[in-house]
């Protein structure tokens, strides 16, 4: 069964500083997809960014990027120039082809300090 | 584009009453839907996946009876509690997938049900 481990449960940032987030996951599936999801106090989630696992390339969006380490099975989110707007739960989540399913981490709060 | 609307935003039902969410894919087609539950600051649970035409498939230790969740057309899902009890009380959000890039799911805004 996939699991996926989010061992931070909050953070917090200077605004303009950088942070990262980290996510670890466990499958024997070789297909699979990862995301990180935003959730602000709105509760509306919002997709940040995300990574097929045949791409060796780490994604990139803006000021968000990931580092992606498949053989350690971690997916860590780096939040440059953190902005207060960027304060939220943070989700990571997996996907494998073969299951149809999404499975999220615990999530992560991040506030950011003006 | 890939919008997804839920209703209502917010429900409150006395216990023993049944409530329906509905979640409706905006401009796009969804093949499968998701239903998910969340307690405050805990993480998404996923309820079922329901597919357009057939019957939900429901995840270990929810009670389909209870969640009747019908995906009656290609842009509708809905999810019914029924006989709600205050235990049900929660957040529930839906997504949809097909709208876009393969295997992205697209969120509703989540429904609030509070059961007194």
């Known amino acids: 069964a996939q699991t996926v481990t989010q061992s931070q449960p909050e953070m917090s940032v200077q605004e303009a500083e950088t942070v990262t987030l980290s996510c670890t996951y466990d499958?024997?599936?070789?297909?699979?997809?990862l995301f990180w999801y935003k959730q602000p106090p709105s509760r509306q989630m919002i997709l940040v960014i995300r990574?097929?696992?045949?791409?060796?390339q780490n994604a990139t969006e803006n000021r968000f990027s990931v580092n992606f380490q498949k053989a350690a099975k971690s997916f860590s989110l780096k939040i440059s120039d953190s902005q207060l707007g960027d304060t939220a739960m943070y989700f990571c989540?997996?996907?494998?082809?073969?299951?149809?399913?999404?499975?999220f981490g615990t999530g992560t709060r991040l506030k950011v300090l003006a | 584009g890939a919008v997804v609307s839920q209703h209502p935003s917010r429900v409150i039902c006395k216990s023993g009453t049944s409530v329906k969410i509905e979640c409706r894919s905006l401009?796009?087609?969804?093949?499968?839907m998701f239903w998910y539950r969340q307690f405050p600051k805990k993480s998404l649970m996923l309820m079922a996946t329901?597919?357009?035409?057939?019957?939900?498939?429901?995840e270990q230790g929810v009670e389909k009876d209870k969640f009747l969740i019908n995906h009656a057309s290609l842009t509708l899902s809905t999810l019914t509690v029924t006989s709600a009890h205050p235990e049900d009380s929660s957040f529930y959000i839906c997504?949809?997938?097909?709208?876009?890039?393969?295997?992205?799911?697209?969120f509703g805004p989540g429904t609030r049900l509070t059961v007194t």
């Open positions: 401009d796009f087609q969804a093949t499968t």
């Open positions: 997504s949809a997938d097909g709208g876009g890039r393969i295997n992205e799911q697209y």
């Open positions: 990574q097929e696992a045949y791409k060796q």
């Open positions: 499958t024997s599936e070789n297909n699979y997809y």
């Open positions: 989540a997996f996907y494998a082809s073969g299951t149809y399913k999404y499975i």
């Open positions: 329901s597919n357009e035409g057939s019957k939900a498939t429901y």
